[in-house]
């Protein structure tokens, strides 16, 4: 399956979820749940997952290296500062939290699992080949930044 790795990326895995789950929760009506504020909820949970999108981006730009996932091996720095002391993955956590707003918003308890389901295949097929990557270019200071700083949170 190496050939997934890096070849998708993360906003179209976390879209194609999204509708898979769309067309998937009215086929399981006794899954269905309502609750007050459940789209205010919603809404400041995508809000908060395209924060965390965005923040890291302009930290990327600071730095000036790349923050195109489908070429991690071009990356010319380690970002390890700002959101990065939290995790080491703020744009797949940002895209989880938007995923998870979606399937708030959908009100149907099988929906959910698409944040799992996302968060393993960005684990498998993006997150550990960026990290041979970075291991590879910057082994002390990424060993180091892994040690100090989770992958999710």
Excluded at 60 to 72: E, I, Q, S, W
Excluded at 82 to 95: E, K
Excluded at 99 to 104: A, D, Q, R, S
Aim: charge should be positive; charged fraction near 10%.
């Amino acid at each position: 399956m190496q050939w997934l790795e890096t070849k998708i990326p993360p906003p179209v895995v976390m879209v194609l979820l999204g509708a898979v789950v769309y067309g998937a929760a009215p086929l399981l009506p006794g899954l269905s749940f309502e609750f007050a504020l459940r789209t205010t909820l919603a809404i400041a949970l995508v809000l908060a997952g395209l924060a965390l999108n965005i923040l890291p981006a302009f930290a990327f730009l600071r730095a000036g290296t790349t923050f195109n996932p489908l070429r991690p091996a071009s990356a010319t720095s380690l970002v390890t500062s700002g959101i990065y002391r939290h995790t080491r993955n703020p744009m797949y956590l940002g895209d989880s939290v938007i995923l998870l707003g979606w399937t708030l918003y959908l009100g149907n308890a099988a929906a959910f699992v698409a944040v799992p389901a996302f968060m393993l295949y960005i684990t498998r097929f993006q997150i550990q080949p960026e990290e041979r990557h970075l291991s590879a270019r910057f082994p002390e200071a990424y060993a180091s930044f892994c040690k100090r700083t989770p992958r999710w949170l």
